[in-house]
């Protein structure tokens, strides 16, 4: 959503109105209809919570229809209106992916970034469950989060941070177990953005000269949509997701939420999807059209945010029931779709209510509320949950670089620490905004612990990595010097210390991202290579640690007098404390990267469209952005490109060592059909036979080292021919996050359903088996393939 000059953008956006696409630019120019939309059934386990609903709905007027449907003014970033009469309080919609941004006393967790570089399913969970506490103990019954779109298709993208990883099979289990730990705790997910938002220049609309240009459209094939972006969304249907939000921009020419192949098609049809889509905020551009198109939920309502509230639904959308235009099937739908999640998750009893001190943090001044709701006292939410944000921070930081075993720490006594990164914050705990002043983020001196935008979180504290690190030196009676200041650093700052060298030197660098742009560099910033050598040129033992955005590329990698280096991504509240756990030892490092460091920026494709000649264009449909790398993005490009890296996908360093051996292969259904049923139920996620596991690949893994510590084997398949243009060589098809002793082993499962094993025939429109046989890797990395096999089913 939009925030800093919000309020501005949001104006701006309501005089815009639903262009005609009348210019042929490329291949994609139509998306096909899909009409009508379907009806919830409740199946897959709400059906006594949908009876619920009808009863709720059956109870409605149809100007309590409309707003059932239409956000309202109120303290939560979206409002649902209450109706007293029928004891409903309304609805609470908050952000975020991380934290409940609009709070105070409340924890701000790791981004789905170092969740996705800890590759742990049960962290991922307890992660979800824990966040859902903090909403709930708040009044929201909306969480909004997880994100998988963007996925990461541009390692420029401005919100890949919120979301987990370009690989969609990784992102895919991720988002299960995080929508599968909010809901558990009673709160509703919502997944987002649907779908094809992989980039923040021009996802809205705008106007140049006058004219309104329209926002990006996303012009994606159906055998790249079903294989890499639907892909995790199928996971967070299958999971149960309450709801999904639309996205911004267009797909293939039409507008992410009155998009009837997308929404009606794709999600409700094919994936089965029984909850509702709430659109972005401002990004519904239609009355009927939004609603026919699938479309269950206007948020935030109204622009602008007045007494009158107007608005394409509200008001409108009574109007259309009247006169004829909109069936009223459709609208109970609607609610039935919005309410049902709500009675499956019990929020119908003993909910807490809002939390006071929501209100005055909310954007929608109090005098512009339509309707009373009902506010409770502060409470701190907060509970034991820095041990979890600590622990997720330890298991998402990837160790790259380790020479001569420089980590762990044993305990040096002369410590020196460095960069504007690994001190306390100087400009305020709270990163909303993308542009400068209080409340931004690319700030310079103070750590990098979250990005920015509505995917942020409001600090009750952080512990900076310098402050960790004074607590864990001091404790030992060792001596810490530091400077934090980059232009000192790059301007021969060093020689002031004294003893000099320090017998460890860490370097502290941090790469910003927000909501609203998406990057210009993947190199770190604030002058972090004159930083990183300046201190190197002392330093013949400099640790170099990176927070923030990721990928970035690494130039001084290979300067010898840089023994380690440690991604540590966006840890949270307890960033330091995280990072003190590896660099001493206490936590043995097993995250991996989920995304491929490149040795130089144009080794990636670029995928963002940008230019100052399309900024400036008065062309309505000039942003016409084709993904004609189809699935080949991240790994899957450079790997298709035969190209070296830096590190590849998949890779971390430990303490310890580990070995392969022994791959089997078990199909666990013998002569399976190529293709599912099609008699078979379509449930939330799709056909259920896609979800069944029809072989199992396993693996032992040894400890080969001296101290105990966890590896993560990676299942790799390779597809042969017939599965279609735009071969990936290799794809993610497992892993499994396994804690061994030294001398010991452990066995690893990699259980895959049909759908792992299928691609997406476009001409039967059905997920297929091949008919010959999969070859099938296992290894430690991407490009670290221990064993291999075949898959013959
Ligand atoms: C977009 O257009 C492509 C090419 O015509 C088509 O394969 C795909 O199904 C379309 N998708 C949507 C959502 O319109
Ligand atoms: C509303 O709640 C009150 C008190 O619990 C109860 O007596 C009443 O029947 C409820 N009304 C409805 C419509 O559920
Ligand atoms: C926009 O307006 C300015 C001032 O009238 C004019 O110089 C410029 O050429 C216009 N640009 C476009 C793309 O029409
Ligand atoms: C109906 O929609 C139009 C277009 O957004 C708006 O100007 C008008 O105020 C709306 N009417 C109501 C009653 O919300
Ligand atoms: C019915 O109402 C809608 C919403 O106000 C409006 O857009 C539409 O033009 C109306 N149709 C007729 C036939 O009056
Ligand atoms: C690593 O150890 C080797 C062998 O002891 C030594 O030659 C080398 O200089 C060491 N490298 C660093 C960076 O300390
Ligand atoms: C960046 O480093 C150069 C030295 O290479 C230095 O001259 C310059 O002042 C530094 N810039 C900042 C903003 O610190
Ligand atoms: C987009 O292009 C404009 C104009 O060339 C440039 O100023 C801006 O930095 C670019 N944005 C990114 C993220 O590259
Ligand atoms: C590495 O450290 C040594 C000893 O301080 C120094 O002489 C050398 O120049 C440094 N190398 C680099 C590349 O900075
Ligand atoms: C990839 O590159 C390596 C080393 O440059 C070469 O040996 C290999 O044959 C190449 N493989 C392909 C498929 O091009
Ligand atoms: C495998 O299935 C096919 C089609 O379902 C059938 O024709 C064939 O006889 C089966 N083969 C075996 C060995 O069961
Ligand atoms: C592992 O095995 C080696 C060789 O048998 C032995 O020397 C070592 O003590 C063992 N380590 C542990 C932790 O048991």
């Given amino acids: 959503m939009v925030h800093s000059t ?7 956006l309501a005089t815009g109105s639903a262009a005609q696409f009348g210019i042929k630019h490329t291949q994609y120019d139509t998306s096909p209809p899909v009409y009508p939309s379907p009806n919830i059934k409740g ?73 996705a570089a800890s590759w742990d399913r049960a962290l991922t969970r307890q992660r979800g469950i824990q966040m859902a506490e903090e909403f709930k103990g708040k009044g929201a019954h909306i969480a909004l989060g997880p994100v998988v779109g963007p996925l990461g298709r541009s390692p420029y993208g401005g919100r890949n941070w919120e979301g987990f990883s370009p690989d969609s099979y990784l992102s895919g289990v991720l988002v299960e177990e995080t929508v599968t730990g909010i809901q558990s705790a009673g709160v509703q997910a919502c997944t987002k953005h649907y779908i094809g938002n992989e980039q923040e220049i021009q996802r809205n609309p705008s106007t140049v000269n006058g004219t309104t240009v329209e926002a990006i459209s996303s012009n994606i094939d159906d055998k790249t949509m079903h294989e890499t972006y639907l892909w995790p969304f199928a996971n967070a249907v299958k999971a149960g997701t309450a709801s999904l939000m639309c996205s911004y921009n267009r797909i293939n020419g039409s507008y992410g939420c009155q998009n009837s192949k997308a929404l009606n098609g794709l999600l409700k049809e094919e994936l089965g999807f029984q909850g509702y889509v709430m659109s972005d905020w401002t990004a519904t551009h239609s009355g009927v059209a939004s609603i026919e198109a699938g479309l269950d939920m206007n948020m935030p309502g109204g622009i602008p945010f007045t007494s009158a509230n107007p608005s394409y639904w509200g008001g409108n959308l009574t109007t259309a029931v009247s006169n004829g235009t909109l069936a009223i099937e459709r609208v109970d739908d609607m609610i039935l779709r919005v309410m049902t999640p709500y009675y499956f998750l019990n929020q119908d009893t003993n909910y807490p ?102 995917g942020t979180g409001r600090f009750t504290y952080i512990v900076s990595p310098l402050d960790a690190i004074k607590a864990r030196g001091h404790s030992y009676g060792a001596l810490v010097q530091y400077i934090t200041d980059n232009s000192v650093i790059s301007n021969g700052g060093l020689a002031g210390l004294a003893p000099s060298p320090p017998d460890v030197c860490m370097v502290f660098l941090k790469s910003w991202a927000s909501e609203g742009d998406d990057r210009s560099s993947l190199i770190a910033e604030w002058n972090s290579t004159v930083v990183v050598e300046n201190t190197a040129a002392v330093c013949p033992n400099t640790i170099v640690v990176l927070h923030g955005a990721a990928p970035n590329v690494l130039p001084w990698k290979d300067n010898a007098n840089v023994t380690a280096i440690l991604v540590a991504h966006m840890p949270g509240q307890e960033s330091g404390n995280s990072l003190v756990d590896i660099l001493w030892g206490n936590v043995n490092p097993s995250g991996k990267l989920p995304y491929t460091i490149a040795n130089q920026e144009s080794d990636y ?84 036979e896609l979800w069944e596991v029809i072989a199992t690949v396993s693996a032992t893994v040894s400890n080969t080292g001296t101290v105990s510590g966890a590896a993560i084997p990676q299942l790799y398949v390779a597809f042969p021919a017939e599965a279609g243009e735009g071969l990936m060589v290799r794809s993610l098809r497992g892993f499994e996050k396994v804690t061994v002793a030294p001398n010991a082993t452990a066995t690893v499962q990699f259980p895959l359903a049909r759908r792992d094993l299928s691609y997406w025939d476009v001409s039967t429109q059905a997920w297929t088996l091949p008919s010959s046989a999969i070859s099938a890797f296992v290894g430690f990395s991407s490009r670290d393939l221990k064993l291999n096999g075949q898959i013959n089913i």
């Fill in 6 to 12: 919000a309020t501005l953008a949001w104006l701006a």
């Fill in 353 to 454: 209510v809002v939390d006071s001190s929501t209100a005055p943090l909310s954007f929608f001044p109090r005098a512009n509320w339509v309707h009373e709701f009902e506010l409770g006292p502060l409470v701190d939410v907060r509970a034991g949950h820095a041990q979890i944000i600590r622990e997720v921070g330890a298991a998402g930081t990837v160790l790259l670089k380790n020479v001569n075993n420089t980590l762990p720490l044993k305990e040096p006594q002369n410590i020196g620490v460095f960069g504007n990164d690994a001190a306390d914050y100087t400009v305020g705990q709270y990163s909303l905004n993308i542009a400068s002043g209080i409340a931004a983020g690319n700030y310079d001196i103070g750590t990098l612990a979250v990005g920015g935008g509505s």
């Fill in 605 to 688: 494709g670029r995928n963002l469209l940008n230019s100052t000649e399309l900024l400036e264009s008065t062309d309505p449909d000039a942003w016409q952005d084709d993904f004609t790398e189809g699935n080949l993005i991240d790994y899957k490009e450079l790997d298709d490109q035969n190209k070296s890296v830096a590190y590849e996908f998949g890779f971390g360093l430990s303490y310890t060592t580990f070995e392969l051996s022994n791959f089997q292969f078990e199909a666990t259904m013998s002569n399976a059909s190529r293709v599912p049923s099609a008699s078979a139920q379509v449930q939330p996620g799709g056909n259920v």
């Fill in 43 to 115: 199946v897959g386990g709400w059906e006594a919570a949908l009876e619920k609903a009808k009863a709720f709905v059956a109870h409605l007027s149809l100007e309590e229809k409309a707003e059932m449907v239409t956000g309202t003014p109120g303290p939560c970033v979206g409002n649902i209106a209450p109706i007293p009469r029928l004891n409903f309080s309304g609805l609470c919609l908050q952000d975020g992916p991380l934290a409940i941004r609009q709070a105070v006393y409340a924890s701000v967790f790791p981004a789905q970034l170092s969740v």
